[in-house]
């Protein structure tokens, strides 16, 4: 367990926390009007380890030399010249700090960060930290690097689970979700969608998917994986005899032989991606956060109909399945750019095609 202290003056600025992996979401933009909740659980922590924020400079500035040296492989709009290692808490974990008024950036609905720091600690008035709360933005606060300090404190372990632990623990993070809009009470509405943590998990996996399909046709495994990738995967792949096949495999589900290519978790306390016993089953694993795979891997069942009496064992819930939404599902075109953009297969001249023409697919409805 750590707290974060003032570089300057000392004086405490969290609860203690402890390190989790950075959300593949921590930096999505959804929807429009969107009221998301926090990023982060409360009493955690994550470092980005990529630099973020302000000052920004253009591709055109940067030039492709300097991009490749920051492992960047293709153009994008901007290139963050920020200080890297940001440290991401839930806004309520913080403590002994106050906002800054004149760097209130964004306020659509909120606070979006696009001015700087503004929290500064309150002892000494050193701005420490960024917060975010405007609509369509995860609500978060960002400690600068460079303007706190980490420190130990005791309390519990810090040791990562084991996957054993964490199938048997762990909890599948559904697909679907209400989201919430802002609006005058009369409009305030909630609607029933595809949950924003799976399309930003899809991006990072797509990219991936991508990357390791050599140019040809990739196949998932029907029911939810289908759901999730087919659609994009048969739009941006050309059809042929030689595809190529990804599986889901993991703690409790092994690969099976002859798969190509393995949509693996990560570790939700270090990031690190589960790797097989056999080391040859696979040479192109695809992470997935641990909480979107276990629900694909290990779907959680709904009963066809109420049940009457006690609830048998293993039996959660007796309502009947949420509804599902009305569209389908789309893939989120941020995250995939972020991530593809940072894999050097994306200079083969066709998987640069994709991401030069990713205006086009996105008005085709894939993300």
């Not at 991009?67 to 960047?72: C, K, Q």
């Not at 309390?155 to 609006?183: H, I, K, M, R, Y």
């Not at 042929?240 to 099976?256: D, T, V």
């Not at 949509?263 to 089953?281: E, F, K």
Request: with cysteine.
């Amino acid at each position: 367990m750590f707290v974060f202290v003032c570089a300057g003056c000392g004086a405490q600025l969290t609860v203690p926390l402890a390190e989790v992996a950075l959300p593949v979401h921590a930096h999505q933009t959804y929807g429009n009007g969107v009221r998301l909740p926090a990023l982060m659980e409360s009493g955690t922590f994550a470092v980005d380890p990529e630099p973020w924020g302000p000052p920004w400079r253009a591709w055109d500035e940067i030039g492709p030399d300097r991009a490749a040296a920051l492992g960047i492989h293709a153009p994008v709009h901007a290139v963050s010249e920020g200080v890297p290692g940001m440290v991401v808490i839930a806004p309520g974990d913080a403590r002994g700090t106050v906002l800054i008024p004149e760097t209130r950036g964004g306020y659509c609905c909120g606070l979006d960060g696009t001015d700087g720091p503004n929290m500064a600690c309150q002892a000494c008035g050193l701005r420490v930290a960024t917060r975010i709360d405007d609509c369509s933005l995860w609500q978060a606060v960002w400690l600068a690097p460079d303007a706190v300090r980490r420190v130990p404190v005791g309390g519990a372990g810090d040791v990562p689970l084991t996957w054993a632990e964490l199938l048997s623990e762990g909890t599948g993070t559904p697909p679907c979700e209400p989201v919430a809009v802002w609006g005058p009470r009369r409009d305030t509405t909630s609607r029933w969608s595809w949950s924003p943590r799976w399309e930003a998990a899809a991006g990072r996996a797509l990219a991936h998917l991508l990357a390791a399909s050599e140019g040809r046709a990739v196949t998932v495994p029907d029911g939810l994986t289908a759901d999730v990738f087919r659609r994009a995967l048969d739009a941006l792949l050309p059809p042929g005899p030689q595809a190529r096949h990804a599986e889901l495999a993991g703690p409790g589900r092994p690969p099976a032989p002859g798969t190509d290519i393995l949509l693996v978790p990560t570790h939700p306390q270090t990031g690190a991606p589960w790797s097989p016993a056999d080391p040859t089953a696979s040479t192109h694993p695809v992470p997935l956060p641990f909480g979107v795979w276990l629900w694909l891997a290990f779907p959680e069942p709904h009963l066809p109909i109420p049940s009457s009496g006690i609830l048998p064992d293993g039996v959660l819930r007796d309502d009947p399945p949420a509804p599902r939404p009305d569209r389908p599902f789309r893939i989120d075109a941020e995250t995939f750019r972020h991530t593809l953009v940072r894999l050097p297969a994306v200079r083969r001249p066709w998987l640069r095609d994709i991401h030069d023409d990713l205006a086009h697919h996105r008005r085709a409805g894939l993300f």
